[in-house]
C-alpha cells in the first residue's frame, strides 16, 4: 500500500528537525507512531519458525547458544509471562540477510534447532535468545538438565503442555513483534562493558595473536567461544595481561594461547596463574610443543584434497577445539571435569586420539605421526579399587533364549580375573579366584580350603576386588646384617679414621720451620716457590683438605692418593683453595696444592699410608 502524501509530509518535517540529531530518539518514536497508525508499520503475532536474527542485531555476532538452553531453564523454572517478553523485528531485506540465516544456524550445529528461509517473515532485533527458546522446543532439540521436560535427552512439547501451558502455547503460536526504536537505542546507548579494564590487553591480543589481516585464529576462537560459553562470562584484565605477555624468542605459541582462551570462557579451568605458567622456563618446551602438535592436526586436514574446505567443516572445528583444550589442559597438569586426560601417558598419545576421532569424522586416513604411542586399552583403563568403574564392554553370545552362553565373559567384563583377591562386603570374607565356569567362581580360602560362590553375588555387586596386607617379614639373625658388616659402614669408618689422622698430621708437620721458607704466588698462576734454601728431606707438606672422596675408579689427574687396605676401592684428597675475598675473612691455602705434578715414578712419594 502506497504512502499518502500527508503522511509523508509529516514525516519529513519531523526528520527535518531531528537532522542535526536533536531529539532524534523522540522524532524516530513519533515517526513509527504515525505510521503505525495509518496502517505501514505494525504488531504481528508470528510464530518462532517465521522469525529469525536480524544480521544487525549484536554486530553479527548473533545469539548464544548457551545462553539460550539457560534462559530455558530459567522460564521453565520461573514460568512464563507474557508482558515479560520484548519482541522487536524488522522485515528482510533480501537474500543476503535469508543466506545470513542460514549460515548462522548451520554454524550453530543444531544446538538452537534449524532454519527454513523460505518461512521467515521477520528478523529479531529485541527477544532474538526468548524466539530461540521457542524454537529449540519447537524442533524438541537435545537439552541437558530440567529432566521433568525431557524425554531421552531432548526437549518434550508434550512435557511442556503439562507443566506450563502458557510455555507451551507461546511456543505453538509464537508473541506479538513489533518495532521499537526508542526502546532499542536505549537499550543500545547506556549500556557499560564490564571489559574496560581489559580493553587494552584485548586489543594486544587481537594485534599479536588474531592472525594478521586474515584474523583466522581469533575467527575460529570466537565461534567456538560463542557456542559453548555464556556471553556475560568474563575474565578479567589480569587473564588478559598474562595470556598476552611475550615470550622471550620467536615462537609466541599462538595456538596455545588461544586454547587458553578456550579453556577459560568454555571450562572456566584457567586463569592468570596457568597464564603465567605457560611462559615459565619449566614449562616452555612442553607448551611449545603442545602447540606444534595443534598446528599439525590441522596441517594433517589441510593435506588432503579440498583440505581447506574440510577443515571449516563445523564438526571438524569442534573437533579441534576440543583437542586444543586437551593439550593444554594435560601440558599444564589442569583438571578438566567429566574428562580423564590423565590416564595419557605422553602428549603424543593425547595427540594421537584426536586424529583417530577426526579420521572417524572425515571418513579418510590422515596418517598419523603419532601412531607408535597409541593408548593401549591397559593403559587407559582406570586403576579402581572399586569393580563398578566403566569399562570395556565384550561381545556376548547369546543362546536362542536370550541367556548368556558363558556367564564368565560377563564376570570378565566387570573385572574380575583369575588370581584376584575379593573380599565379600557383607562378612569381610576373603579368598582368591581359582577359576569361573558353569556358573560359579571357585574361591581359595585364607584356610586352603577351596569353596564355589555363585557368579550372580559378584554381578550383583556383592564382591569387591582388594589388596590383601603383604605377610610380615620377620629376621631370626641379626648378626648376619649387623651395621659393622656392611660394605658402605666400613667404608665410612675407613673415612672417619683417614680425617682423623690427616688432622694428626697437620698437627705434627704445621711447626715444620721450613714452611716459613716458601712464597705462595696467586696471581697470574698459582704456584709455590721457596725464598731460601731447604736441605733435602726436611721439608714436610700435609695435603690436607676438606673433603676425601672415594670410589671405585679414581679420577686421572689424582694427586694425593691415600693407600688403604681396601685394595679395591680407591680413596684421594680433594685440592682445595680459598683466597680471601676482602681484609679479615678466612682463606685456606696450602701449598700442598700448588706444588707441580712430578712424573708418576716419583709421585708415589706423595701418598701416605694408614
Same mark, same amino acid.
Given at each position: 500500500?502506497?504512502?499518502?502524501?500527508?503522511?509523508?509530509?509529516?514525516? @519529513?518535517?519531523?526528520?527535518?528537525? !531531528?537532522?542535526?540529531?536533536?531529539?532524534?530518539?523522540?522524532?524516530?518514536?513519533?515517526?513509527?507512531?504515525?505510521? /503505525?497508525?495509518?496502517?505501514?508499520?505494525?504488531?504481528?503475532?508470528?510464530? *518462532?519458525?517465521?522469525?529469525? $536474527?536480524?544480521?544487525?542485531?549484536?554486530?553479527?555476532?548473533?545469539?548464544?547458544?548457551?545462553?539460550?538452553?539457560?534462559?530455558?531453564?530459567?522460564?521453565?523454572?520461573?514460568?512464563?509471562?507474557?508482558?515479560?517478553?520484548?519482541?522487536?523485528?524488522?522485515?528482510?531485506?533480501?537474500? /543476503?540477510?535469508?543466506?545470513?540465516?542460514?549460515?548462522?544456524?548451520?554454524?550453530?550445529?543444531?544446538?538452537?534447532?534449524?532454519?527454513?528461509?523460505?518461512?521467515?517473515?521477520?528478523?529479531?532485533?529485541?527477544?532474538?535468545?526468548?524466539?530461540?527458546?521457542?524454537? +529449540?522446543?519447537?524442533?524438541?532439540?537435545?537439552? @541437558?538438565?530440567?529432566?521433568?521436560? +525431557?524425554?531421552?535427552?531432548?526437549?518434550?512439547?508434550?512435557?511442556?503442555?503439562?507443566?506450563?501451558?502458557?510455555?507451551?502455547?507461546?511456543?505453538?503460536?509464537?508473541?506479538?513483534?513489533?518495532?521499537?526504536?526508542?526502546?532499542?537505542?536505549?537499550?543500545? @546507548?547506556?549500556?557499560?562493558?564490564?571489559?574496560?579494564?581489559?580493553?587494552?590487553?584485548?586489543?594486544?591480543?587481537?594485534?599479536? !595473536?588474531?592472525?594478521?589481516?586474515?584474523?583466522?585464529? #581469533?575467527?575460529?576462537?570466537?565461534?567456538?567461544?560463542?557456542? %559453548?560459553?555464556?556471553?556475560?562470562?568474563?575474565?578479567?584484565?589480569?587473564?588478559?595481561?598474562?595470556?598476552? =605477555?611475550?615470550?622471550?624468542?620467536?615462537?609466541?605459541?599462538?595456538?596455545?594461547?588461544?586454547?587458553?582462551?578456550?579453556?577459560?570462557? +568454555?571450562?572456566?579451568?584457567?586463569?592468570?596463574?596457568?597464564?603465567?605458567?605457560? #611462559?615459565?622456563?619449566?614449562?616452555?618446551?612442553?607448551?611449545?610443543?603442545?602447540?606444534?602438535?595443534?598446528?599439525?592436526?590441522?596441517?594433517?586436514?589441510? !593435506? #588432503?584434497?579440498?583440505?581447506?574446505?574440510?577443515?571449516?567443516?563445523?564438526?571438524?572445528?569442534?573437533?579441534?577445539?576440543?583437542?586444543?583444550?586437551?593439550? =593444554?589442559?594435560?601440558?599444564?597438569?589442569?583438571?578438566?571435569?567429566?574428562?580423564? &586426560?590423565?590416564?595419557?601417558?605422553?602428549?603424543?598419545?593425547?595427540?594421537?586420539?584426536?586424529?583417530?576421532?577426526?579420521?572417524?569424522?572425515?571418513?579418510?586416513?590422515?596418517?598419523?605421526?603419532?601412531? !607408535?604411542?597409541?593408548?593401549?586399552?591397559?593403559?587407559?583403563?582406570?586403576?579402581?579399587?572399586?569393580?563398578?568403574?566403566?569399562?570395556?564392554? &565384550?561381545?556376548?553370545?547369546?543362546?536362542?533364549?536370550?541367556?548368556?552362553?558363558?556367564?564368565?565373559?560377563?564376570?570378565?567384563?566387570?573385572?574380575?580375573?583369575?588370581?584376584?583377591?575379593?573380599?565379600?562386603?557383607?562378612?569381610? /570374607?576373603?579368598?582368591?579366584?581359582?577359576?569361573?565356569?558353569?556358573?560359579?567362581?571357585?574361591?581359595?580360602?585364607?584356610?586352603?580350603?577351596?569353596?564355589?560362590?555363585?557368579?550372580?553375588?559378584?554381578?550383583?555387586?556383592?564382591?569387591?576386588?582388594?589388596? *590383601?596386607?603383604?605377610?610380615?617379614?620377620?629376621?631370626?639373625?641379626?648378626?648376619?646384617?649387623?651395621?659393622?658388616?656392611? *660394605?658402605?659402614?666400613?667404608?665410612?669408618?675407613?673415612?672417619?679414621?683417614?680425617?682423623?689422622?690427616?688432622?694428626?698430621?697437620?698437627?705434627?708437620?704445621?711447626?715444620?720451620?721450613?714452611?716459613?721458607?716458601?712464597?705462595?704466588?696467586?696471581? *697470574?698462576?698459582?704456584?709455590?716457590?721457596?725464598? =731460601?734454601?731447604?736441605?733435602?728431606?726436611?721439608?714436610?707438606?700435609?695435603?690436607?683438605?676438606?673433603?676425601?672422596? %672415594?670410589?671405585?675408579?679414581?679420577?686421572?689427574?689424582?694427586?694425593?692418593? $691415600?693407600?688403604?687396605?681396601?685394595?679395591?676401592?680407591?680413596?684421594? $684428597?680433594?685440592?682445595?683453595?680459598?683466597?680471601?675475598? =676482602?681484609?679479615?675473612?678466612?682463606?685456606? $691455602?696450602?701449598?700442598?696444592?700448588?706444588?707441580?705434578?712430578?712424573?708418576?715414578? &716419583?709421585?708415589?712419594?706423595?701418598?701416605?699410608?694408614?
Amino acid at each position: 500500500m502506497a504512502i499518502q502524501g500527508e503522511v509523508v509530509q509529516q514525516c @519529513t518535517v519531523l526528520l527535518a528537525g !531531528a537532522q542535526d540529531g536533536d531529539r532524534l530518539v523522540k522524532t524516530v518514536h513519533e515517526v513509527l507512531n504515525i505510521l /503505525e497508525r495509518h496502517g505501514h508499520v505494525y504488531s504481528l503475532q508470528l510464530k *518462532p519458525s517465521m522469525v529469525g $536474527i536480524s544480521p544487525l542485531n549484536r554486530d553479527g555476532s548473533g545469539v548464544n547458544p548457551v545462553d539460550v538452553h539457560e534462559l530455558l531453564s530459567d522460564i521453565a523454572t520461573a514460568g512464563w509471562l507474557d508482558t515479560r517478553v520484548t519482541a522487536i523485528a524488522v522485515e528482510p531485506c533480501g537474500e /543476503e540477510d535469508l543466506n545470513w540465516n542460514s549460515e548462522y544456524f548451520k554454524r550453530t550445529g543444531g544446538l538452537i534447532g534449524t532454519v527454513d528461509t523460505s518461512q521467515l517473515k521477520a528478523l529479531s532485533l529485541a527477544g532474538s535468545h526468548t524466539n530461540c527458546v521457542l524454537r +529449540c522446543f519447537l524442533q524438541e532439540v537435545a537439552h @541437558t538438565g530440567d529432566e521433568a521436560l +525431557c524425554h531421552n535427552g531432548r526437549l518434550s512439547l508434550e512435557l511442556l503442555s503439562k507443566r506450563d501451558q502458557s510455555f507451551h502455547r507461546a511456543v505453538i503460536d509464537g508473541v506479538p513483534w513489533k518495532p521499537d526504536f526508542a526502546m532499542i537505542k536505549k537499550k543500545a @546507548t547506556t549500556g557499560k562493558t564490564v571489559h574496560l579494564k581489559a580493553l587494552p590487553f584485548l586489543y594486544q591480543f587481537a594485534l599479536k !595473536a588474531a592472525g594478521g589481516r586474515d584474523p583466522f585464529l #581469533l575467527n575460529e576462537t570466537e565461534s567456538f567461544v560463542r557456542l %559453548h560459553s555464556p556471553s556475560t562470562r568474563s575474565l578479567g584484565h589480569e587473564f588478559w595481561e598474562k595470556v598476552v =605477555a611475550d615470550a622471550k624468542g620467536a615462537n609466541q605459541v599462538v595456538r596455545f594461547r588461544h586454547a587458553m582462551v578456550k579453556l577459560a570462557y +568454555c571450562k572456566e579451568a584457567v586463569g592468570p596463574s596457568e597464564c603465567k605458567k605457560m #611462559l615459565h622456563k619449566d614449562s616452555w618446551s612442553s607448551v611449545k610443543e603442545a602447540d606444534s602438535i595443534m598446528n599439525t592436526w590441522r596441517k594433517l586436514v589441510t !593435506a #588432503l584434497p579440498n583440505g581447506q574446505e574440510l577443515l571449516m567443516i563445523p564438526e571438524v572445528q569442534t573437533c579441534m577445539s576440543y583437542g586444543d583444550m586437551s593439550m =593444554a589442559a594435560y601440558t599444564l597438569n589442569v583438571t578438566l571435569p567429566g574428562e580423564d &586426560i590423565k590416564k595419557y601417558k605422553t602428549c603424543q598419545s593425547l595427540a594421537h586420539d584426536l586424529v583417530l576421532i577426526l579420521e572417524g569424522i572425515l571418513n579418510q586416513d590422515l596418517q598419523s605421526p603419532w601412531s !607408535a604411542h597409541q593408548l593401549t586399552e591397559s593403559q587407559g583403563s582406570s586403576q579402581s579399587k572399586d569393580v563398578g568403574s566403566q569399562r570395556p564392554a &565384550i561381545m556376548r553370545e547369546l543362546s536362542s533364549d536370550g541367556s548368556v552362553k558363558d556367564s564368565a565373559l560377563m564376570l570378565k567384563e566387570a573385572g574380575f580375573a583369575v588370581g584376584q583377591h575379593v573380599r565379600r562386603k557383607a562378612d569381610q /570374607e576373603t579368598g582368591m579366584l581359582m577359576a569361573m565356569e558353569q556358573g560359579r567362581v571357585k574361591l581359595k580360602q585364607p584356610s586352603g580350603s577351596i569353596v564355589r560362590v555363585s557368579i550372580d553375588s559378584f554381578l550383583a555387586g556383592h564382591w569387591q576386588v582388594f589388596t *590383601p596386607k603383604p605377610e610380615p617379614q620377620t629376621v631370626e639373625d641379626l648378626s648376619l646384617y649387623s651395621p659393622a658388616n656392611f *660394605p658402605e659402614y666400613e667404608r665410612q669408618m675407613l673415612l672417619a679414621c683417614l680425617y682423623m689422622d690427616m688432622h694428626e698430621l697437620m698437627q705434627k708437620h704445621e711447626t715444620n720451620p721450613m714452611l716459613q721458607k716458601l712464597k705462595v704466588t696467586l696471581k *697470574p698462576r698459582k704456584s709455590v716457590e721457596a725464598t =731460601a734454601f731447604i736441605p733435602r728431606n726436611k721439608l714436610i707438606m700435609v695435603p690436607v683438605g676438606l673433603s676425601i672422596k %672415594h670410589g671405585q675408579k679414581k679420577p686421572e689427574d689424582t694427586i694425593f692418593e $691415600i693407600i688403604t687396605p681396601m685394595s679395591d676401592y680407591f680413596f684421594w $684428597i680433594v685440592s682445595f683453595i680459598q683466597i680471601p675475598k =676482602a681484609e679479615g675473612d678466612a682463606g685456606f $691455602i696450602n701449598p700442598a696444592f700448588l706444588v707441580q705434578p712430578l712424573p708418576r715414578v &716419583i709421585l708415589g712419594i706423595a701418598s701416605f699410608r694408614m
